[in-house]
């Protein structure tokens, strides 16, 4: 596990670029990582300006900073390049503060003109402070974040895939690095074949369903700005084992890739619930393969409809179960955050009775 700090260089609130730290932040917690925030803005502005490095809270700030083992910088742009409240404190770091540290630039702006400003304004002053990596940053359109009164953000499925990737490479870097700060360079993105996946019908408190769980947390998390640790515990694991329930993993090579669970919801109907795919693993197919699974064991127990419910902030899991013949049983031209929860169903299809011939007396 590494340290992480989150350095925020926006003046305003609220900020987007808080918000896609906090995206950030929330895929690092997931993947086992401490996270710390610091928020320059919240920094007395007098010995700020003045490089008073005499001053106990920006003598913390500057600690923190030497203290952490891995350093997310994000920015809004300002002027094509980063905002002067990020300038004037990285102006009081010592010259070799980040000594031995993986980096990770990240900035929201409103126009695709300064996409360039990660590379030609901010990695030059961070790589003269002799970090061990600065991983590649990313640009993130304002008009991609979506800030929620309750804290939540939704980015973009355009601006969140490929910030999953540099996210997934920064803590590739970190853990390659470990103490001895390897010059390892990130490996790509991961491809899955089929062949290459098992499935298995496991117990929801078997190990192999932890990453599952724990990064469903993070998800609904960064999306409704709150724990949802206790929508998890609403259903006891009992529900989604026999004989009423099923809990199916996908695994590669050992490791949890994606995954679902059904319940009973009434006699005839089974409720989807926890459907997963690892962000790495994501737009292979195999959430519509964890559907086809979840489809075949709820035929198998006896069902004939799936139910299901996914949340406003999640266009992609709507995406999934329309592709997949669901119907919406609620307005798709309405408002999503008016609409709160969005359910859908699915006749299953119940499979031919078997012709029985009647034996005939000899
Ligand atoms: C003073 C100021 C200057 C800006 N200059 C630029 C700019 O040069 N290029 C750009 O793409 N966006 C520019 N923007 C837009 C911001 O980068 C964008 O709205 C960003 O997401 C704001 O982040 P925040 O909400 O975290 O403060 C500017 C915004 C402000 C307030």
Redesign the pocket.
């Known amino acids: 596990m590494a340290r992480i700090l989150s350095i925020s260089g926006?003046?305003?609130t609220?900020?987007?670029?808080?918000g896609v730290l906090a995206y950030v932040g929330r895929r690092l917690t997931g993947r086992g990582h401490e996270v710390e925030v610091l928020s320059l803005r919240d920094l007395p502005p007098g010995p700020l300006l003045s490089a008073d490095l005499s001053d106990p809270t920006i003598a913390a700030a500057v600690a923190r900073v030497v203290d952490a083992d891995a350093v997310v910088i994000g920015s809004?742009?300002?002027?094509?390049a980063y905002s002067g409240l990020l300038k004037t404190f990285l102006d009081l770091l010592p010259q070799f503060a980040l000594s031995g540290k993986v980096l990770l630039p990240v900035v929201?702006?409103?126009?695709p003109?300064?996409v360039l400003?990660v590379d030609y304004a901010l990695r030059p002053v961070l790589a003269s402070m002799n970090p061990a990596h600065v991983g590649a940053g990313w640009f993130v359109a304002?008009s991609q974040?979506r800030l929620y009164p309750d804290g939540g953000v939704l980015l973009d499925p355009l601006a969140a895939r490929p910030l999953d990737d540099v996210v997934d490479a920064f803590t590739t870097t970190i853990e390659l690095l470990g103490d001895a700060h390897r010059g390892a360079t990130a490996p790509g993105r991961p491809r899955t074949g089929p062949a290459e996946i098992v499935v298995s019908d496991v117990h929801l408190t078997d190990p192999a369903a932890a990453p599952l769980l724990a990064d469903l947390v993070v998800e609904y998390g960064t999306r409704y700005g709150r724990d949802a640790t206790a929508e998890f515990d609403r259903f006891p694991a009992a529900d989604f084992a026999a004989p009423d329930g099923s809990f199916v993993l996908l695994r590669r090579n050992g490791e949890t890739v994606a995954g679902g669970a059904i319940r009973r919801y009434d006699g005839q109907t089974a409720e989807v619930k926890r459907v997963w795919t690892a962000p790495r693993f994501r737009r292979q197919g195999l959430a519509r393969r964890v559907l086809v699974e979840l489809e075949r064991r709820a035929a198998d127990l006896g069902y004939r409809r799936l139910y299901l419910t996914t949340g406003p902030r999640q266009p992609e899991a709507a995406g999934l179960y329309l592709a997949a013949g669901y119907t919406p049983l609620y307005d798709r031209t309405a408002d999503p955050e008016t609409v709160g929860k969005h359910p859908f169903a699915k006749a299953l299809e119940v499979p031919a009775a078997p012709v029985v011939l009647a034996e005939r007396a000899s």
């Open positions: 926006s003046p305003q609220p900020s987007r670029t808080d809004p742009v300002y002027k094509a929201t702006g409103g126009s003109a300064h400003a304002a974040v």
